[in-house]
């Protein structure tokens, strides 16, 4: 368990540190906001939205951040170049935390990115995402404004296994998608394993035992979508979504994730006691194989 036959790094994303051996750093987790259909944005091509409701979320995540000791970040989503820049400027008011700049349209997060560039906070977004379509365009625009952190999509449509995912990585020749991105100033990658639904969970065991085992990167991914996308699990209850949502999430970091995207900022309150018991637990373990926490913020120390 945990047997990683490369060494594992470790990135500084604004104000916190990601990666490392299972056991150093607690997980970080990720809260999505303005997401489409999040009932606070009253205009998202206008990025309207209630403030309020908006900033108790964000203190939400924080305050669970600051109990349980798991860092946490927040992905924004943007439906225009403009709701982005509105929503990268309140959030960024509100909270040190790192800026994942999120978009179906590429064009909409680069414009983000520029924005962030302007202000000065390149040195706290990290790029969502990168993946196997993405086009010389987009790449250029990232290395010309100074991106060093993205999120990179290990979905290989050609073959969904854990070795299909590190090969689209890797590349036969060396060749892949991690070259690419490193050619074009991503200095700190983070591996989103690509989870198309609830049954996919278990192949993505095994791409982030066998993708850090073999680069030695920050690997993650987002396992609580897959179970709120499950149609069937409605019939089971909220009580039950919620238990499921919370296992989906310990099934990764048994695997050995680094970073847990968890959907709906709103979910923290289910996401960060759930994250830091089993970083404790993986904490405790694995202290009796040489490896200890990097930070005494660790959930081990927290919450026992």
């Known amino acids: 368990m945990f047997n990683f036959k490369k060494e594992q790094k470790t990135f500084k994303i604004g104000n916190i540190e990601i990666g490392g051996k299972p056991g150093e750093l607690p997980t970080v987790l990720i809260g999505t906001i303005f997401y489409e259909g999040h009932s606070i944005v009253s205009n998202a091509e206008e990025g309207i939205f209630d403030k309020a409701k908006a900033e108790e979320l964000i203190n939400k995540q924080e305050e669970f951040s600051e109990k349980t000791g798991c860092p946490s970040m927040i992905d924004i989503v943007g439906l225009t170049s403009n709701a982005m820049i509105k929503y990268i400027d309140f959030v960024s008011e509100k909270t040190d935390s790192p800026i994942l700049i999120d978009s179906s349209f590429p064009e909409i997060k680069i414009a983000g990115v520029k924005h962030c560039a302007e202000i000065g906070l390149l040195d706290r977004i990290v790029y969502n995402s990168i993946s196997h379509n993405v086009k010389n365009e987009e790449l250029n625009a990232l290395k010309e404004l100074g991106v060093k952190s993205a999120i990179i999509l290990a979905f290989n449509p050609r073959d969904v296994r854990a070795s299909g995912k590190l090969s689209l990585l890797i590349g036969e020749k060396g060749n892949g998608l991690l070259k690419k991105v490193e050619e074009n100033g991503i200095e700190k990658p983070l591996i989103d394993v690509a989870i198309l639904?609830?049954?996919?969970?278990?192949?993505?065991?095994?791409?982030?035992?066998?993708?850090?085992?073999?680069?030695?990167?920050?690997?993650?991914?987002?396992?609580?979508?897959?179970?709120?996308?499950?149609?069937?699990?409605?019939?089971?209850?909220?009580?039950?979504?919620?238990?499921?949502?919370?296992?989906?999430?310990?099934?990764?970091?048994?695997?050995?994730?680094?970073?847990?995207?968890?959907?709906?900022?709103?979910?923290?309150?289910?996401?960060?006691?759930?994250?830091?018991?089993?970083?404790?637990?993986i904490a405790y373990r694995n202290r009796w194989y040489g490896i200890k926490p990097k930070t005494k913020n660790h959930p081990l120390y927290k919450i026992f």
Request: charged letters at 20%; proline letters at 6%; glycine letters at 10%.
């Open 197 to 281: 639904d609830v049954p996919s969970i278990g192949i993505s065991l095994d791409a982030i035992n066998l993708i850090k085992s073999e680069t030695g990167l920050p690997c993650g991914g987002a396992p609580l979508n897959a179970v709120l996308e499950w149609k069937k699990v409605v019939e089971l209850g909220d009580l039950a979504k919620n238990l499921c949502s919370g296992g989906s999430l310990i099934a990764l970091k048994c695997a050995g994730a680094d970073f847990i995207l968890y959907g709906p900022i709103e979910k923290s309150k289910i996401v960060f006691p759930v994250a830091a018991m089993i970083d404790a637990i």
